[in-house]
């Protein structure tokens, strides 16, 4: 079982999603969001002390409009080659040069004519600063991967469809989109500038308020459409479809040229972000584009385990499900390669490899200890058996013998002292008499007499017949080795038959105890 925690860094918020996950199921066991004003490790070290505990692997996207998406589209599809060529070609797209680049890409689609990849770029520099902000605040992700791209985790939440649909995370400054199709992945995704606080300029400027102030009436009071209460609440609805204009525009440009380039129809939009829980935001932007736009859902565990509807939560929740997410299928985008290989294990290693040389040098000594007492006490207890072997063959043997197998030896030999001593005993021997006798027919003795080497024994039955059977089941027995029968008789009153029977006792050695 692993704890992943989806750490979304927001220009408003940052947000944080601790997923539990198992085989091929995952449990959203916290959430917590910290919102900051510039400060990003305050917020960070603010949400990271929220409940989260025991964290195996951190996910982040990089944060910002730092990222830039390039399609790339080349003639083969082989993974080898694609890493070879790659190079070359985002090269010839970036303004600065490639070695300043940190980059990675994703398959988009495949077919005969080649390989459709989507390539996103950061510069170095700005990559390392943010590890290193991280890196201060003990977070080492394992995964720093692309905004919209990640959203691909959540296409399983969408309706079933063959179509595409849209998946849109209205940021504050940014909003990130990925179009797919469940059964393909991402195929589109780009990020642009615009979201919440677009809409919060809009309000100051029609109000002429400062953003602080538009930015809380915003939260407490803005609505769309049928949403819209009173003249103020009018008068800011038409503020904030001014303020979207622009987000407008670079949404219908991206769903228009993904359904030019795939020859595939969008057949909804998916809102998430938080930008998107302004009320009535879903039924204009369904205007708008044409489409039908609706907010997305998580899965009924995952919202059962939140305050209530926060739509803001998807690109942690993605992140999250990117860590432990697995297939061929599976997101692979991801910038930490190369010189920002993730080394964190290797590392805590190397400060570790001190006390674990330690360690296994105590536990060396401990051993060797453990030995030498354990060979002490046994060499002990060997003289103690040979002292008392030595002492019972004296006694008996009139000699000292230390090897138990030659005392064992002597001890049992005809000519020792416990050679006289019987094998079986009256006991035994009456015992194996009544065990052989037939249970079929009654059978009594009214006197049995027994020494070491026969049984002399006066029975009674109730027929002469059973008298060959009593004779015959006393014979099987290995130490009965000669039955003599004697006189047969019957009673007075002629319903039983008395008979006497001598029986030589001869044991084999085996069957000696």
């Not at 600063?129 to 605040?137: D, G, H, I, K």
């Not at 849209?166 to 504050?172: F, I, K, M, N, R």
């Not at 102030?213 to 038409?238: F, I, Y």
């Not at 030595?390 to 049992?412: H, P, S, V, W």
Request: with cysteine; net charge neutral.
């Amino acid at each position: 079982m692993a704890r992943i925690l989806g750490l979304d860094l927001g220009a408003y918020s940052v947000k944080g999603v601790l997923l539990e996950t198992a085989m091929r199921s995952s449990t959203l066991r916290h959430f917590a969001e910290v919102r900051h004003t510039g400060d990003l490790k305050a917020a960070v070290t603010e949400l990271l002390g929220k409940s989260f505990g025991l964290i195996d692997q951190v996910v982040v996207s990089v944060p910002g409009l730092s990222m830039a998406t390039h399609p790339i589209a080349l003639p083969f599809s082989d993974p080898k080659r694609i890493e070879s060529t790659l190079a070359f070609e985002v090269e010839e797209q970036l303004p600065f040069d490639l070695s300043e680049a940190a980059y990675d890409y994703q398959v988009a689609s495949v077919d005969a004519a080649g390989s459709q990849l989507l390539v996103g770029v950061v510069k170095k520099d700005e990559l390392t600063r943010l590890l290193e902000t991280l890196r201060e605040l003990k977070v080492e992700p394992r995964i720093v991967t692309h905004p919209a791209l990640v959203l691909q985790n959540l296409l399983p939440l969408t309706a079933p469809t063959e179509n595409a649909v849209a998946v849109v995370d209205l940021g504050h400054e940014r909003t990130c989109v990925a179009v797919g199709r469940q059964s393909v992945g991402v195929e589109l995704a780009r990020t642009f500038a615009g979201g919440g606080l677009a809409l919060t300029k809009a309000l100051a400027t029609e109000f002429k308020i400062p953003i602080p102030e538009a930015q809380t009436w915003k939260d407490d009071h803005a609505a769309l459409g049928e949403h819209v209460v009173g003249p103020d609440a009018e008068r800011a609805a038409n503020a904030f479809i001014r303020g979207m204009q622009s987000i407008l525009r670079e949404l219908k440009s991206t769903l228009k040229s993904y359904s030019a380039r795939s020859k595939h129809t969008i057949d909804a939009v998916y809102l998430c972000g938080g930008t998107a829980k302004l009320p009535g935001l879903a039924e204009q932007l369904s205007a708008d584009l044409g489409v039908p736009v609706k907010l997305l859902e998580l899965p009924n565990d995952a919202k059962a385990a939140l305050p209530g509807p926060t739509p803001q939560v998807c690109q942690a929740y993605a992140l999250a499900q990117r860590g432990g997410a697995s297939g061929a299928k599976a997101p692979r985008f991801n910038l930490r390669r190369n010189e920002f290989a993730f080394k964190s294990d290797l590392d805590f290693i190397s400060d570790k490899l001190g006390q674990l040389a330690t360690f296994a040098s105590v536990l060396l000594v401990l051993l060797i200890a453990s030995g030498i007492v354990r060979n002490t006490v046994l060499e002990r207890r060997e003289k103690a058996v040979d002292a008392m072997l030595c002492d019972i063959t004296n006694r008996y043997l009139g000699r000292c013998e230390k090897n138990f197998d030659i005392a064992l030896n002597m001890l049992q030999g005809k000519e020792s002292p416990a050679a006289a001593i019987p094998k079986r005993s009256a006991v035994s021997l009456l015992a194996d008499l009544t065990r052989v006798l037939p249970t079929e027919f009654p059978v009594s003795a009214d006197q049995i007499v027994i020494d070491l080497d026969r049984i002399s024994a006066r029975m009674e039955t109730d027929s002469s017949k059973h008298v060959e059977d009593i004779v015959a089941a006393i014979k099987n027995e290995k130490c009965f080795r000669e039955v003599k029968e004697g006189k047969v008789e019957k009673s007075k009153d002629g319903s039983k038959v008395q008979f006497r029977l001598d029986i030589q006792i001869d044991c084999p050695a085996e069957t000696s105890s």
